[in-house]
């Protein structure tokens, strides 16, 4: 059983930056996929920014958080960050990182349901 630890999270006020780190207990590069999804309060989880790998690395980030956040991954870590500044009040939720075997996740990257491995989350709230 894969397990995937979020840190990182807190309380921030609009504006500011925050970095969420995602630990993995095996080898992420044995993922197809991995990926940040959120859920703000009250509304269903969405999709923020996903790494997939065909053949070399490419990413793919929610329009909502386009020019703000940046996914990455440290291979000899494994582990995942997400770099997010200019923080707004609407980025207020929990973070959840995820990973996909699935081949079909590289067409799909920010399609929730097509991971099947996923943390227990962090806080983030960010004050206007």
């Known amino acids: 059983q894969v397990q995937l630890v979020e840190s990182g999270g807190g309380s921030v006020q609009a504006g500011g930056s925050l970095r969420l780190s995602c630990a993995a207990s095996?080898?992420?590069?044995?993922?197809?996929?991995m990926g940040w999804f959120r859920q703000p309060p009250g509304k269903p989880r969405e999709a923020v920014a996903a790494v997939y790998n065909v053949g070399t690395l490419a990413h793919v980030n929610s329009d909502s958080v386009k020019g703000r956040f940046t996914i990455s991954q440290d291979n000899a870590n494994n582990t995942l960050y997400l770099q997010m500044d200019s923080l707004k009040p609407e980025d207020t939720g929990t973070y959840y990182c995820?990973?996909?075997?699935?081949?079909?996740?590289?067409?799909?990257?920010?399609?929730?349901?097509?991971?099947?491995?996923w943390g227990q989350g962090t806080q983030v709230t960010v004050s206007s």
């Open positions: 995820a990973a996909a075997d699935e081949v079909r996740c590289t067409a799909a990257a920010l399609a929730p349901y097509l991971y099947t491995n």
């Open positions: 095996t080898y992420i590069v044995k993922f197809r996929c």
